[in-house]
């Protein structure tokens, strides 16, 4: 069978390697962590009235005027800090976060992904949230595309609760009447995936195979292949499937 998604496969894959990449060089930088911390508290308890909105979103801002590697890391350094020197506060300044094109939410989850254990219930209630706001959206494209961030948290080699809670919520939704939606879980799937979750895998296969949406077809199939290429060679798409792959400007939205 033609392989149809060995470009996107591979834009992936560069995309994880960077990924790991920058996870190791962050975490040389857990001192600056702590010393943010630090300064935080020294503030708060000298009443100096910190505007956390404004410095978050400022921080956000600065992500977007082509800083280097180091500035960038200093940045997502802050804003940890921040997160945990007032969870709640944080989160509330999260949610107050234009959701739109363009958002910053996915360099926040990127940035809180250093320890994602710790940040267990944000990423559960984020998931939750965006999709409710993208079924009320007129663009709801924009809405889920800060969830691309959210491939980050596969990276680590064991199987942690949040991967199999995050894998959960994607599973469940597979079946939405909304095609975006199931097109956006199947794509999250695919990065949490393995050869023994079989319920999974028979869920990706039966979608490959019957979905009414073409790219939900598409991006369950690429699931398939990445984490079970046998299973993937029983799956063949229509003629007009892989004609409009070929001639779309397939992404990951």
Known sequence: MLNLSTNIRHERKHRQLEGKVKAISL???FRRLRSFLAKFRKFQQAGCGLTYNIMLTEWL?????????????????QIRARAVADPPAFIREVEALPVEKGSSLGDVYEALSYEPEAWHSFYLNEFDRLLALARLSPDPAAVLAPLNAFYLLS????????QQALARKYFDHLDDKNALIRRKCVILLGDFIGRKDFKALNKLEQMAGSD??????????????EA???RAKRVKLPLLVRLRVRFSNMNYE
């Open 27 to 29: 975490c040389k930088k």
């Open 61 to 77: 801002q600065k992500l977007d005027e082509g800083l280097d590697l180091d500035e960038e890391e200093l940045i997502y350094a």
């Open 155 to 162: 990276l680590d080699d064991e199987d942690r609760p949040l």
């Open 212 to 225: 009414n949406d073409w790219q939900v077809r598409y991006y369950a199939l690429e699931a398939l292949e």
């Open 228 to 230: 079970s290429p046998e």
